[in-house]
């Protein structure tokens, strides 16, 4: 089966660093760029950053670089999201998505989603 | 930094069509990608390229781009299409860019 698990909610406090994890299944994860993507509660979608199918190559959006690290382990299909010095605005549900394209194309696969709550 | 611009909320009667609008400046010399969201869920990609619909999306749900507007056509609306519904490019920074969705009532 196609798909995308992502692992279980988190709850952080101001400060820390959390890591989600996402694992491919069903598909040769190797051919994909992967992406991650948050939505805060209530709110729309925020693209946060991409990863080549390598692992050699990262670009992230310009309001997040300076705390988010994208990797990918291709010995396990999975693509992991690093944030850190997390603030209370970073709670959101995060979701990781594989790109239908070899350039930057639609998201055609994306995990059920990863709740991080930022919270003292 | 681009800005995509959809209508908060568009409502729309059963069997009639919906059409849900994403405003960018020369959008239409951009590929624009459409998502729906229901409640709960995670997102699901409808229209990408424009107009190419993924394997099983209904022929109901078509696009079209030109100019400052891409629009989502949804026709015979269904009470299941109501959801929120996000357009998405790729700028020219190559970050990704997505407007602010929105939330189609069937009514």
């Known amino acids: 089966q196609v798909q995308l698990v992502q692992s279980g909610a988190d709850v952080k406090k101001p400060g820390a660093s959390v890591k989600i994890s996402c694992k491919a299944s069903?598909?040769?994860?190797?051919?994909?760029?992967m992406h991650w993507v948050r939505q805060a509660p209530g709110q729309g979608l925020e693209w946060m950053g991409i990863?080549?199918?390598?692992?050699?190559?990262?670009h992230y959006a310009q309001n997040l670089q300076d705390r988010v690290t994208i990797t990918r382990d291709t010995s396990t299909n999975t693509v992991l999201l690093d944030l850190s010095s997390l603030r209370v605005e970073d709670t959101a549900i995060y979701y990781c998505a594989r790109d239908l394209k070899l350039v930057r194309g639609p998201l055609d696969l994306w995990g059920q989603g990863t709740l991080v709550t930022v919270s003292s | 930094s681009y800005m995509l611009t959809q209508p908060p909320s568009v409502s729309v009667a059963p069997g009639q069509t919906a059409k849900i609008t994403c405003g960018g400046n020369n959008i239409g010399s951009k590929s624009v990608h459409w998502y729906r969201q229901k409640s709960g869920q995670a997102p699901v990609l409808v229209v990408y390229?424009?107009?190419d619909r993924p394997s099983g999306i209904p022929e109901r749900f078509s696009g079209s781009n030109s100019g400052n507007t891409a629009t989502l056509t949804i026709s015979r609306v269904e009470a299941g299409d109501e959801a929120d519904y996000y357009c998405q490019v790729w700028h020219t920074s190559s970050d990704g860019v997505f407007g602010g969705g929105t939330k189609l009532t069937v009514l």
């Open positions: 990863i080549d199918r390598s692992g050699t190559s990262t």
């Open positions: 390229d424009d107009s």
């Open positions: 069903g598909f040769t994860f190797s051919n994909y760029n």
